[in-house]
């Protein structure tokens, strides 16, 4: 992931950043006591023409201070936002095509999983507007989706790396420079990955050998699905009083309707 993060370009304020990221083993140097809170002098005259061509494009200083600020966590929230909107679009169209098949419990449970990635999405795509960044729009997966049993599969191997490999990776990158709205964004959003594995995970364990019993079983027990609209917390019941994720009002998980 890391290097696929280094190779990305953005257009920040009219100019094209490249996203660079210290190479595996590289050391950085470490900050004397006081100077953690201080800038060189080459430093202080980049952040300095940054602000001045911020001001001539029509951006504010405050904006185009925390664009030199906060450029790995701009790179790393980009490469996040991209890879949930992927999702996104992804499970949506696993969700046709189980409907189509006539599973519709199966279908129900790709547009809950659907929604929640919408959410994290637009959670990174907030932070990233509030630094000066624009969003490009992300392109619908192209060709045809898979059967329903083979997307089921691919869908609970997504749900699996998220977990173990690209959240702690992610959070790994953003601790760097602490920005604390982005960590967070991308806690909510682990630990809804975590319920969505949990979920994905007992039908995987089936699917290959039993895949049409499963599909049929869980037709028959259609559930309802509840996301919580701030951090994508995806669950069968609201729970009494608050969000286990991000721990606001449970007002505000949102009923996911079943699509006949």
Not at 14 to 32: C, D, H, I, W, Y
Request: charged letters at 25%.
């Amino acid at each position: 992931m890391r290097q696929a993060i280094r190779n990305r370009q953005s257009l920040v304020n009219g100019r094209t950043m490249v996203r660079a990221f210290p190479q595996a083993g590289s050391e950085l140097r470490k900050p004397q006591s006081r100077g953690s809170t201080q800038m060189t002098r080459r430093q202080f005259m980049i952040v300095g023409a940054m602000v001045a061509a911020s001001i001539v494009a029509g951006a504010s200083p405050r904006s185009a201070w925390a664009t030199a600020k906060y450029q790995k966590t701009i790179a790393v929230l980009q490469y996040a936002y991209d890879r949930e909107m992927a999702l996104y679009y992804e499970y949506l169209a696993f969700g046709k095509v189980a409907r189509a098949e006539g599973y519709i419990g199966i279908a129900y449970l790709f547009i809950a999983l659907g929604t929640a990635e919408l959410i994290h999405a637009q959670n990174f795509g907030k932070i990233l507007s509030r630094l000066g960044v624009e969003l490009p729009s992300v392109s619908k997966p192209a060709g045809s989706p898979a059967k329903t049993r083979e997307n089921l599969i691919k869908a609970a191997d997504a749900e699996i790396d998220a977990v173990d490999v690209f959240y702690p990776e992610v959070l790994q990158e953003l601790e760097a420079e602490g920005m604390k709205d982005a960590i967070l964004a991308t806690h909510y959003a682990w630990e809804s990955e975590k319920q969505h594995q949990g979920i994905i995970k007992k039908i995987q364990r089936w699917s290959p050998s039993f895949f049409e019993r499963v599909a049929r079983t869980i037709d028959e027990h259609i559930g309802p699905y509840f996301v919580c609209q701030v951090c994508g917390s995806t669950m069968t019941e609201i729970p009494p009083d608050t969000c286990p994720i991000c721990k606001l009002s449970s007002r505000h998980y949102r009923k996911i309707e079943i699509v006949e």
